[in-house]
Nanobody, 116 residues
Framework: QVHLVESGGGLVQPGGSLRLSCAAS????????MRWYRQAPGKQREMVAT???????NYAYSVKGRFTISRDNAKNTVYLQMNSLKPEDTAVYYC??????????WGQGTQVTVSS
């Protein structure tokens, strides 16, 4: 079992940057596919970025070239660097860990608001 805690959200102006962190405990993030999702008010939760246990990354088209997912196995933490933020990036961002043997785990979410 893995416990996930997100941090780093906040209010930022359009064009600004934020780095979200997802700290894991109970198990190593290296054995999971780690994903960031987001959910805006009135919208479905959508996948933003993925990093597999092998280090392969994938991004939603809407964030490609602006967001970067990374993993620090020593700190057991996954990051989402978000640059050139837009108002439409406003959402609650969730960290997810998935492994077909060990299960599917979610953090509590962190709010990101992009507004002038």
């Amino acid at each position: 079992q893995v416990h996930l805690v997100e941090s780093g959200g906040g209010l930022v102006q359009p064009g600004g940057s934020l780095r979200l962190s997802c700290a894991a405990s109970g198990s190593s993030v290296s054995i999971y596919a780690m994903r960031w999702y987001r959910q805006a008010p009135g919208k479905q939760r959508e996948m933003v970025a993925t990093i597999t246990s092998g280090g392969f990354t994938n991004y939603a088209y809407s964030v490609k070239g602006r967001f970067t997912i990374s993993r620090d196995n020593a700190k057991n933490t996954v990051y989402l660097q978000m640059n050139s933020l837009k108002p439409e990036d406003t959402a609650v961002y969730y960290c997810n860990a998935f492994n077909s043997y060990n299960g599917d785990y979610w953090g509590q979410g962190t709010q990101v608001t992009v507004s002038s």
